[in-house]
């Protein structure tokens, strides 16, 4: 038997001995190492994704760990391989499919969502979604290759040049990635950000962070500019207050790069859209490329992923860290150790 984290209702999680699966043909067994838990993960633990996912589920898309079997016609990968999932299972027929959006497909399995995901000891998954690590990177670095994706497809779809001016919304995990990438393509950043540990977190990153509470942040940016206003905002917040300042911020054709999940419409300032022309994107997810250049960032330290990292707990602790992350408080990232020594079991 193995053991997994499972969602069986709102506010409620269970950890459960299940049967091992064996990796079919194209597919791949795994032990996965270490699993972070993300926003999404919280979303899905509050009940407000009820009508997507399907209780009982095992949660967690964001994960480092080793492969230990190969099924039927894979090649390239053997037990041992150090790993990191790109976890998305597209049907290759749609229209976003066959327009090469394979990653927004229109009947994407979203594993770890819409299928069972990596908070377990071991996890079947199509070879397809392997992506390598390399031998120099610590599992614990590497669980966080998932959300620099993100942050790395965000920065892309915003067209982030260097020497301009970035302001990101929303200094959590992704806000702090979305930055550190943005910083990586020779922009200049600030964070806006309430909490003190975030914003002292990024302050020790070399970047630089406001309190929205404290200051007048489109005035603080038109100071910076010159009166010029950003050319890139990123909405990272969620919070119907921080579409407010992302718009308010942004010069004369500015792009407006919507990251966070928001669960209800907002308002939206539109007489500016158009008084300044600006453009407002959309990033979702992210595509090989994106996790392939994760990869590297994390590697060579553009990313000190280590630094954002707050806590380890062994997987029968994890739902105890899914409340100290809806708590608050000082947490940035809380990884889940799925490994055997963790948890005193084998699979």
């Known amino acids: 038997m193995t053991l997994a984290v499972r969602y069986t209702a709102a506010r409620t999680l269970d950890t459960a001995s299940v049967e091992p699966s064996e990796p079919g043909p194209g597919e791949v067994l795994l032990a996965p190492a270490f699993v972070g838990i993300c926003g999404t993960d919280l979303h899905i633990f509050h009940g407000d994704m009820d009508a997507r996912v399907a209780a009982p589920a095992v949660l967690g898309h964001e ?3 080793r492969v230990v079997r190969v099924g039927a016609g894979v090649e390239g990968w053997q037990p041992g391989d150090a790993v990191t999932v790109m976890p998305l299972r597209w049907d290759g027929t749609c229209p976003a499919c066959l327009s090469g959006h394979q990653h927004v497909c229109q009947q994407l ?4 969502i819409d299928s069972p ?3 377990q000891q071991r996890w079947v998954v199509p070879a397809s979604t392997l992506v390598r690590l390399p031998d120099s990177v610590a599992l614990e670095r590497a669980a966080l290759v998932e959300p620099t994706a993100v942050a790395v497809h ?3 779809r ?3 040049g260097r020497g301009e001016k970035v302001v990101v919304v929303g200094g959590g995990p992704v806000g702090i990635l979305i930055a550190l990438v943005a910083r990586a393509a020779g922009a200049e950043v600030r964070v806006v950000e309430l909490s003190a540990h975030r914003r002292a977190l990024a302050e020790e990153l070399g970047l630089t962070a406001w309190d929205p509470a404290a200051e007048d942040v489109p005035k603080s940016v038109q100071e910076w500019t010159g009166g010029a206003g950003a050319e890139v905002a990123f909405e990272v917040s969620g919070a119907a207050g921080g579409v407010e300042t992302a718009v308010d911020v942004l010069g004369v054709r500015g792009r407006l790069c919507l990251v966070a999940i928001h669960p209800r419409p907002r308002e939206v300032n ?3 859209f158009f008084w300044r022309e600006l453009t407002l994107v959309g990033a979702r997810l992210y595509d090989r490329s994106d996790f ?5 960032l994390v590697a060579d330290g553009t990313i000190p992923a280590e630094r954002l990292i707050s806590r380890i707990v062994p997987l029968s602790q994890a739902p105890a860290a899914f409340e100290a992350l809806e708590a608050g408080g000082d947490m940035m990232k809380i990884l889940v150790d799925c490994t055997d020594d963790a948890q005193g079991a084998t699979a």
């Open 63 to 65: 994960m480092s760990g």
């Open 109 to 112: 399995d979203f594993i770890g």
């Open 117 to 119: 995901g990596a908070m």
């Open 154 to 156: 965000d920065v892309g």
């Open 158 to 160: 915003a067209g982030v």
């Open 270 to 272: 539109l007489h500016r």
């Open 292 to 296: 392939e250049r994760a990869v590297t």
